[in-house]
């Protein structure tokens, strides 16, 4: 990922470079070029997906002139998804989990460098906590928040992302995952899908990094982010405590529907997703399908989103 970017656009380069220097290894090299196993370790997967998505809202900020206006003009509001920028040229940022600290860093909370570099360490710090467990989470398709969190219960597992109208995720305990599918699916959910992760993200098997984290994130100097970006644990933009909400993250369910209500609620109509994939764009269809929604992932999605900006 992110590789025709660095060949296409000496910038991009540039701050795959950067972030190598940053972390003492070739996190760039093994971006472009894998192999699939050492870009999956948890590790490289969180800074690799940051770098990536950063260097996309880069290109977008030096591609698009005038931006600024345009996304202060009446009913044309812009909110980035997975990341975010340091000028007012975008009105909000917010990112899903991991995507949250590339949407503080974009919005000018703390540097690149510190970024990346606390985002490895949440990385490593998740993969020991899931060493340490036997966890795991799973898709539940076509079934409503109520009788999820009823299926949560009885099953012992908790309710880890609310991503979008029918479309909600489990975790917990690898056994207890299996039960809730299978409760899940007698209950009416169309699928009841396990993921392929390497445990059980935002549950209580988490908690052993959280301490961890709490200690990284104290060596950041953290500032007020300069557009507001919304906190997946509440919903709402991030105040003074955004350590606390970080760390607090780590086991908490990511309440991303309801994030991107909040900022339709705020009267944004366009949003702009950054990094590898459109998952998020995805979510945002259903969430609903009359907000705009662009993506910048590689040298031609970063093209065509230049140009619908443009317009």
């Given amino acids: 990922m992110g590789r025709d970017l660095a060949e296409k656009f000496p910038s991009a380069k540039n701050w795959f470079d950067r972030a190598n220097a940053a972390l003492c290894y070739d996190l760039a090299g093994i971006c472009f070029n894998g192999p699939d196993a050492e870009l999956t370790k948890t590790e490289n997967a969180q800074p690799g997906i940051f770098l990536v998505s950063w ?27 997975g990341f975010g920028h340091g000028t007012l040229d975008f009105q909000a940022t ?26 490895r360490a949440r990385g490593k710090f998740m993969q020991e906590a899931c060493d340490a467990t036997r966890g795991g989470m799973a898709a539940i398709i076509g079934l409503d928040e109520a009788p999820t969190r009823e299926v949560c219960a ?30 899940a699916k007698a209950n009416g ?40 970006v919304i906190s997946n644990v509440t919903a709402q933009p991030h105040n003074s405590e955004i350590s606390a909400r970080l760390v607090e993250q780590v086991t908490s369910s ?20 950054l990094g590898p994939g459109t998952a998020l764009s995805g979510f945002m269809k259903r969430i609903d399908k009359s907000a705009q929604m662009l993506n910048v992932a590689d040298a031609a999605s970063l093209e065509a989103t230049v140009k619908a900006i443009s317009i």
């Fill in 94 to 119: 917010a990112g899903l989990s991991l995507g949250e600290f590339t949407a503080l860093t974009a919005a000018g909370a703390m540097s690149f460098e510190d970024g990346l570099r606390v985002v």
């Fill in 55 to 81: 260097v996309c809202f880069q290109l977008l900020k030096e591609q698009v002139q005038g931006l600024k206006s345009k996304a202060q003009s009446p009913g044309n509001a812009v909110a980035t998804l």
């Fill in 154 to 183: 009885e099953a012992g597992v908790v309710l880890a992302n609310l991503n979008c109208p029918g479309q909600l995720v489990i975790s917990g305990e690898a056994e207890k995952i299996t039960k809730a599918c299978e409760l």
């Fill in 189 to 228: 959910a169309k699928r009841a899908l396990p993921l392929p992760v390497a445990g059980a993200y935002h549950s209580p098997l988490m908690a052993g990094a959280q301490p961890k984290l709490g200690a990284e994130l104290a060596k950041v100097n953290l500032v007020s982010p300069v557009v507001p």
């Fill in 254 to 273: 990511v309440l991303w529907e309801n994030s991107m209500r909040y900022l339709l609620a705020q009267g944004f109509t366009r949003f702009i997703e």
